[in-house]
Nanobody
Framework: QVQLVESGGGLVQPGDSLRLACTAS????????LGWFRQAPGKERTFVAS???????TSYEETVRGRFTISRDNANTVYLQMNSLKPEDTAVYYC?????????????WGQGTQVTVSS
């Protein structure tokens, strides 16, 4: 089974930065896409960013483009660097993995980490 654990959330002021991390327990992440999603109170879970593990190809939701950067290391960890945070970024952030050879959707999810942006 694949297990994902997020970390790095917290309470910050508008304009501050946070770096989220998601470590995957998996035999390999070859042929996968790692993604970040978020869910604000009373709203649906929405896409934030993704990265293809092998090619490093990235994708971003428009409201975070230029402020957030998704990346990964060589130790099964994906990161979300969040700069210029706004109150509307407040949400529980989840990482997820899509096995591109087998799935059209993300099929493994972490437990989430809370990000709160408030003055």
């Amino acid at each position: 089974q694949v297990q994902l654990v997020e970390s790095g959330g917290g309470l910050v002021q508008p304009g501050d930065s946070l770096r989220l991390a998601c470590t995957a327990s998996a035999r390999t992440l070859r042929d996968t896409t790692l993604g970040w999603f978020r869910q604000a109170p009373g709203k649906e879970r929405t896409f934030v960013a993704s990265i293809k593990w092998e090619s490093f190809e990235t994708s971003y939701e428009e409201t975070v483009r230029g402020r957030f950067t998704i990346s990964r290391d060589n130790a099964n960890t994906v990161y979300l660097q969040m700069n210029s945070l706004k109150p509307e970024d407040t949400a529980v952030y989840y990482c997820a993995v899509r096995r591109d050879a087998y799935s059209y959707t993300y099929d493994h999810w972490g437990q989430g980490t809370q990000v709160t942006v408030s003055s």
